[in-house]
C-alpha cells in the first residue's frame, strides 16, 4: 500500500497544463460583441472592425448597459479574444429589435 501511495505523489505535484490559447482571430461582428458583453455585462449594440496593434486589427464594440445612464465603449483584441480597452460613453440607444 504504501508503494502505490508513493507512485501517486508524482502525479499530484506535477503541474497542470495551461488551457491552450485560441489561435484563431475573431472573424465576425457577432463574435465581438458576444466577448464584450461577457466581459461588461452589458448588450453589445454595434461592433465594426478598426486597425489595433499594427497588423492583426479589432474590432470597437458600444455596449449598452440596462438600469445606468453610461455605457461601454470595448476594444476587442482579435488575437487574444479579450478586451483590449474600455471606455464609459453615453448610454447607446438599443435597436428596435431588442427595446
Known amino acids: 500500500m504504501p508503494l502505490a501511495s ?50 492583426t486589427g479589432g474590432w470597437l464594440v458600444d455596449v449598452h448597459m440596462p438600469g445606468e445612464d453610461r455605457g461601454w465603449r470595448c476594444v476587442v483584441d482579435n488575437d487574444t479574444h479579450r478586451v483590449f480597452t474600455k471606455t464609459r460613453i453615453p448610454n447607446p440607444r438599443l435597436p428596435k429589435a431588442r427595446r
Open 6 to 55: 508513493l507512485l501517486l505523489v508524482p502525479a499530484l505535484l506535477a503541474p497542470a497544463k495551461p488551457p491552450r490559447a485560441i489561435s484563431v482571430p475573431v472573424k465576425t461582428a457577432r463574435e465581438a460583441k458576444a466577448i464584450a458583453e461577457r466581459n461588461t455585462g452589458g448588450i453589445a449594440v454595434s461592433a465594426r472592425c478598426i486597425p489595433l496593434n499594427g497588423a
